[in-house]
């Protein structure tokens, strides 16, 4: 009968600082993967957001900031389209940012299985 070994049996062959070295990596990628799934989920379901009325009265959200602007996108019904704008903060005309609960927000004429970066390199 075949002598059955254990997984990491290699591992005892390791000096010790290599397994120190091993252990602290593959924790390291653990705590990497948890952290991006959480932002991501938090990203994914979020409900409250910052809206600015634009012209024509329509309603744009805050969707981030770069540098000294706002990036905003146009808000129906739930759906923002994949286009954006930048809003320069210090402009002399000022904006009212309403903070309410506009989502969880899709990206109009996205698939559900598309993943964020593929949408865009298309």
Do not use: C
Not at 24 to 47: D, E
Not at 72 to 85: G, N, S, W
């Amino acid at each position: 009968m075949k002598e059955q070994r254990n997984v990491f049996e290699f591992y005892r062959y390791f000096p010790s600082t290599v397994q120190m070295l091993l252990m602290m990596v593959l924790l390291s990628l653990i705590i990497i993967f948890f952290a991006y799934k959480t932002g991501f989920y938090t990203a994914q379901n979020q409900t409250y957001f910052y809206t600015v009325k634009m012209e024509k009265n329509e309603k744009w959200v805050v969707l981030g900031t770069y540098d000294d602007s706002l990036i905003v996108a146009p808000l129906r019904k739930k759906q923002i389209e994949d286009k954006f704008r930048l809003l320069d903060r210090k402009s002399k005309e000022a904006l009212s940012a309403d903070y309410e609960k506009v989502g969880p927000l899709k990206v109009a004429g996205k698939k559900a299985g598309d993943g964020p970066v593929y949408h865009y390199l298309k």
